[in-house]
């Protein structure tokens, strides 16, 4: 058993993906009781029979702590801790379903990066609005540079714990932490949100400058141009500044952006040779999450007329088939500026 552990909980674990079967499993190898909810039945065979998850995260055994359902409403009603981790377009009708069985004192946790289409709410604010019945100060995000994998074999990983009330916070950063997996407690989950939605994005184009063929120059551009649009959103909806300096921010960005197990960083590298968004979804399972919250975002920053320039171009390469090398050609020639500047112009609307 991995870590010192003081109290065994009762965990509800809600999406089977690599993600979360990785945290699931973490969970119930440190001791506690999870019940793992998967849509696909045959996910929940294969945990039963194998104690694997082939289809999602191969090749790792999984704790005997940790059973898998099909039955949400059995999963949901018998934890007061329920940890979702559903692909972030799916969080309000999950949200939806699991109210009727949610209690006002149960421990939602949210492990999902993305922001809604439309409503522009991150998954914090889509469990407030789908979960009445819950206090929401009990609701508690977690963010930071940590692949599926890495996290399944145990691989050292430091992550961020957010929320709006220190003690729930606490309270799931000693439920998650081991002696492999370290949690810092955040007081601003709004930031740890948009720095796990955004990075995504900004990995695409990462990708981008690889699949063309371009240099590490570039890339170190791109990635720190790409925290100073995500901290002048963040800065916006009133994140704290600081915030992006930390884990779910920079960490979480460079992990993203030069990692090969990155899904986002891999999709914006096939484009950048070349290949069509269409062909490179037909070959997938999933769609990365940054596919969808580049639409999200870059209608998000119209709205609240932000300028963010690499946003702008990962939305034109996968939804108005524009040229990624002319994109990086249009983000060099664009026209000069100060660095820092929105730092000081936003600073005052921060950490509300």
């Known amino acids: 058993m991995a870590g010192a552990i003081e109290d065994i909980e009762k965990i509800g674990v809600i999406g089977a993906g690599s993600w979360g079967t990785a945290l699931a499993n973490l969970l119930a190898d440190k001791g506690h009781k999870v019940d793992l909810w998967a849509y696909e039945t045959e996910v929940v065979q294969d945990i039963m029979t194998h104690r694997e998850n082939k289809m999602f995260l191969p090749g790792i055994a999984l704790s005997p702590n940790l059973i898998p359902s099909n039955d949400l409403e059995q999963v949901v009603k018998s934890n007061k801790i329920i940890l979702v981790v559903v ?28 922001i809604e289409d439309g409503t522009y709410l991150t998954m914090y604010g889509v469990l407030k609005e789908c979960l009445p019945s819950l206090n929401p100060h009990n609701i508690a995000v977690l963010s930071g540079p940590s692949f599926a994998k890495e996290v399944a074999l145990k691989v050292p990983t430091a992550i961020s714990v957010g929320g709006k009330d220190n003690a729930v916070a606490t309270r799931v950063q000693h439920i998650f932490a081991t002696d492999y997996f370290r949690i810092y407690v955040n007081d601003d989950p709004i930031g740890l949100e948009l720095g796990g939605a955004v990075k995504n994005v900004i990995a695409i184009a990462a990708g981008f400058v690889d699949g063309v063929g371009l240099g590490l120059n570039t890339r170190a551009g791109l990635i720190t141009r790409g925290l100073a649009e995500i901290r002048r959103l963040g800065l916006h909806m009133g994140a704290n500044p600081h915030t992006f300096s930390g884990l779910s921010g920079v960490g979480d960005l460079i992990l993203t952006c030069t990692g090969d197990l990155s899904r986002n960083y891999t999709v914006g590298k096939q484009l950048g040779r070349g290949m069509t968004l269409a062909e490179i979804q037909a070959e997938r399972r999933t769609v990365a999450e940054g596919v969808r919250n580049t639409k999200s975002i870059y209608h998000l920053a119209k709205k609240l007329d932000i300028e963010l320039p690499i946003i702008n171009e990962v939305y034109r390469a996968l939804y108005e088939n524009s040229n990624p090398e002319k994109a990086i050609t249009r983000l060099m020639t664009r026209p000069l500026g100060h660095e820092t500047s929105e730092i000081d112009k936003y600073a005052a609307r921060s950490h509300k």
């Open 87 to 114: 692909p972030s377009h799916t969080m309000r009708d999950m949200g939806g379903k699991m109210a009727p069985f949610i209690a006002e004192d149960t421990i939602v946790i949210t492990a999902s990066k993305g």
